[in-house]
């Protein structure tokens, strides 16, 4: 078991930093999710942890071992460091059967015959392409490819699994399958996985922790229900959950946040620019709302119906129990109070 540490971690490109100090404990078995926007340094810091990149500044550790050290320049090479990458476009031998794809990381190793025999029946059986086997790569569909390529990857048993967006090149319900597949070849491996989506759904359904990044920093580290539950700042909350929490901006004032046409209950943050949170569940709908909502769009989801539209300038998107129709306009009804409250810095004011 290999527990992972980002410590001071950071990467600068010529004179621009992709990824400043980062620090960071990964517990062995964990699936981490690295989720975040565009050039966010997802993939920057992917690669250091997989030895493509060498850090600026700071180390990491596998387990105990140190294999990347930016304030040295020590650095293990990618093969030494036990891992297995899985990644968006994999690249099957196409010479090559499924079986002797699958078995050749082991004959490099210098597994024994029956060792390697044993193995690749094993992995063919975890990923369901055991009737694939004796198949070359052009014979096979481009999902059947991935899963031969997740096969060849953990064959050899890698304690440290790094995927990028592997997901990203398949259909909506290839997708789903093979997510749940990836959860399942993580929970076999036994190993400490890393992956990388600007998917936060997907980011929810695989993470056992998940580092929501924003401009080279770690906004959020923790368990999925932590950061939906308690999100650090106004950026957390506005990433995660289908949809992201309600977030209405406006100034304070004697427990008032005041905007355009209401004043909102919110008990803090005297005198300062503010962001209130509410949960898209515990606001309503209806003429008695403190707010206007204009309705853009209204989508169903698992029996219910997620309202998206503008208050004042703010996006906003809720859940109701029954269709609103797009165009339209209604009030929001907000609870008593804000679930949590976040100041001009974006990070979250306690009361
Ligand atoms: N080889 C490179 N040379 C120069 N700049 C780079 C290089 N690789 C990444 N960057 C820059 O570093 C920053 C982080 O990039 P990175 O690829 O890590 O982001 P990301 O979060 O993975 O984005 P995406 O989701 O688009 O892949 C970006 O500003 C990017 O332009």
């Known amino acids: 078991m290999t527990a992972i540490t980002l410590d001071r971690l950071g990467k600068d490109f010529g004179g621009s930093t992709a990824l400043h100090e980062v620090s960071l404990e990964f517990p062995s078995g964990a699936f981490v999710v690295l989720l975040g926007p565009s050039g966010c340094g997802k993939t920057t810091t992917l690669r250091m942890l997989a030895g493509l990149e060498e850090p600026t500044r700071g180390r990491i550790r596998f387990g105990d071992r140190v294999v990347a050290n930016g304030d040295t320049g020590e650095s293990v090479p990618a093969e030494k460091r036990g891992l297995g990458m899985v990644f968006q476009s994999y690249a099957l031998w196409p010479h090559m059967s499924v079986r002797t794809n699958i078995d050749w990381p082991l004959r490099v190793a210098r597994w024994s015959a029956a060792d390697r025999q044993a193995r690749v029946t094993e992995v063919l059986a975890m990923l369901g392409i055991t009737a694939l086997a004796d198949r070359y790569p052009a014979e096979i569909s481009g999902g059947q490819q991935q899963r031969v390529a997740i096969a060849r990857t953990i064959a050899a048993r890698p304690q440290v699994l790094l995927f990028d967006e592997p997901l990203s090149n398949l259909d909506a ?10 959860a399942q070849v993580h929970r076999a491996t036994g190993g400490t996985s890393v992956y990388v989506t600007h998917d936060q759904v997907e980011a929810l359904a695989l993470a056992t922790h998940i580092a ?3 401009d080279g920093r770690v906004e959020q580290f923790g368990p999925p229900a932590e950061l939906l539950e308690h999100p650090a700042t106004a950026f957390v909350a506005s990433f995660l959950g289908t949809p992201p929490a309600v977030l209405l901006a406006g100034e304070a004032s004697g427990g008032w946040l005041r905007r355009s046409g209401a004043e909102l209950t919110v ?16 606001v309503g709908l209806g003429p008695s709302g403190c707010l206007q909502f204009d309705v853009v769009e209204c989508t169903p989801l698992a ?23 797009a165009g339209t306009s209604s009030r929001l009804i907000l609870p008593e109070t804000p679930a949590a409250l976040f100041g001009a810095d974006d990070t979250r004011v306690t009361a």
């Open 303 to 325: 029996g219910r119906y997620v309202v998206s539209g503008l208050s004042d300038g703010d996006r906003v998107s809720i859940i109701t129990e029954t269709p609103v129709a």
């Open 267 to 282: 008990a803090s943050g005297e005198g300062r620019p503010l962001k209130a949170m509410y949960r898209p569940q515990d």
């Open 173 to 182: 319900r290839l997708r789903v399958d093979t997510r749940a597949e990836l």
């Open 212 to 214: 929501v990044m924003r």
